[in-house]
Each structure stands twice: as structure tokens, then as C-alpha cells.
């Protein structure tokens, strides 16, 4: 069972800021290939990425990307949901 707590704790672990960087320029990126891995690649790291989808969301840009972001929120279950739910209407998602 403590194999299963360290990777629960490894999933719900944030990426270090550099990782967050490069994962975010390339889901903001006009190419639809780096866009199509970076959201695979969220997806697949889990609720770590929550905090990370909600800026892109409320960043109030591109609204394909922010549309995509709350999708990923939204697969995130229970805790994406919710924190989807939580954002302010104004951020008009």
C-alpha cells in the first residue's frame, strides 16, 4: 500500500516550473501537433495540472485553448469539476 500512496502523492505533485513553461507555451502553440501532445500530456499527469488549466483559463485568451483547458478540468473528475464550476462567469469559458 505504500507504493500506491508515494504514486498518488507523485501525481498530485505540481510540475516544476520550467516543465509548466515549456508544457504551456506548446498547448498555447498555433501548431495543432504540439497542441494535440501538450493536452495529451495533461491529461495523462492528472490533478497536478489543475492549477495550471485554470490560469490558462482565466488568462482570457485564445478561447479554442481555454475551451480545451476546461475540458481537461472537467476530466479530471470530482476536483476538476468542482474547480471548473468555482471559476468566476466573467471568465466567460
Avoid: C, Y
Avoid at 72 to 87: H, P
Wanted: charged share 25%; hydrophobic share 40%.
Amino acid at each position: 500500500m505504500a507504493a500506491t500512496a508515494s504514486v498518488w502523492e507523485a501525481l498530485l505533485r505540481p510540475l516544476k516550473p520550467e516543465a509548466q513553461q515549456i508544457v504551456l507555451e506548446d498547448f498555447r502553440s498555433n501548431e495543432p501537433s504540439r497542441q494535440q501532445k501538450a493536452a495529451q500530456l495533461l491529461a495523462g499527469i492528472g490533478p497536478a495540472t489543475i492549477p495550471m488549466l485554470i490560469e490558462v483559463v482565466k488568462s482570457g485568451g485564445d478561447l479554442r485553448i481555454r475551451r480545451l483547458a476546461t475540458s481537461l478540468l472537467a476530466e479530471q473528475g470530482v476536483e476538476g469539476r468542482s474547480t471548473e464550476e468555482g471559476l468566476d462567469p466573467s471568465d466567460h469559458v
